[in-house]
T-cell receptor, first 111, second 116 residues
Framework: QKEVEQDPGPLSVPEGAIVSLNCTYSNSAFQYFMWYRQYSRKGPELLMYTYSSGNKEDGRFTAQVDKSSKYISLFIRDSQPSDSATYLCAMKRGSQGNLIFGKGTKLSVKP | ETGVTQTPRHLVMGMTNKKSLKCEQHLGHNAMYWYKQSAKKPLELMFVYNFKEQTENNSVPSRFSPECPNSSHLFLHLHTLQPEDSALYLC???????????????FGEGSRLTVL
């Protein structure tokens, strides 16, 4: 079983839709959970991070962590064509640990 | 120049060539990384440098040879590569190894390598 599982998609939605992106993981020691966004021909950039369980909201983006289910989610409300990118989940055990990435989900928001 | 810059952006090489990828970070960070990104695969960590000392080599074949002359520059020397080495090679930096706390890595735009 891979440490981090993420459906690579692609996922296509109409503008204004609510998007749900998810990752599952197997290592219960993970404490830090991140979402990176990667535009085409660019490097990934940190979008959101959450420590341990709970929700975090930033504008149209909400990150959720459910440690009991080993499941993390990123929700995008009122999706825009500019949200079209690949979204990578990443996580690590401790503050000094290396990040373990998912495969990334390619999202396309159609106008 | 700001952030993390990588050159060249595209590279095509034969299996017997020797080439190098260059990375420079302008963020004053202490840690630098090489990652490999292949289609439909997770980012693979290759090497980690902290204060220009290598702290991690993730079982990378010796045909990839990193060099870190100072905390701002990182190279990846390539020789006798295989077609399966074709990928996007990303350089990243962080304030500390692992990116303490949130773990924010700052990535360059990558060098797209094609091995013929």
């Amino acid at each position: 079983q891979k440490e981090v599982e993420q459906d690579p998609g692609p996922l296509s939605v109409p503008e204004g839709a609510i998007v749900s992106l998810n990752c599952t993981y197997s290592n219960s020691a993970f404490q830090y959970f991140m979402w990176y966004r990667q535009y085409s021909r660019k490097g990934p950039e940190l979008l959101m991070y959450t420590y341990s369980s709970g929700n975090k909201e930033d504008g149209r983006f909400t990150a959720q962590v459910d440690k009991s289910s080993k499941y993390i989610s990123l929700f995008i409300r009122d999706s825009q064509p500019s949200d079209s990118a690949t979204y990578l989940c990443a996580m690590k055990r401790g503050s000094q640990g290396n990040l373990i990435f998912g495969k990334g989900t390619k999202l396309s928001v159609k106008p | 120049e700001t952030g993390v810059t990588q050159t060249p952006r595209h590279l095509v090489m034969g299996m017997t060539n020797k080439k190098s990828l260059k990375c420079e970070q302008h963020l004053g960070h202490n840690a630098m990384y090489w990652y490999k990104q292949s289609a439909k695969k997770p980012l693979e960590l290759m090497f980690v440098y902290n204060f220009k000392e290598q702290t991690e080599n993730n079982s990378v074949p010796s045909r990839f040879s990193p060099e870190c002359p100072n905390s701002s520059h990182l190279f990846l020397h390539l020789h006798t590569l295989q077609p399966e080495d074709s990928a996007l090679y990303l350089c990243a930096s962080s304030q500390e190894v692992g990116g303490a706390g949130a773990g924010e890595l700052f990535f360059g735009e990558g060098s797209r390598l094609t091995v013929l």
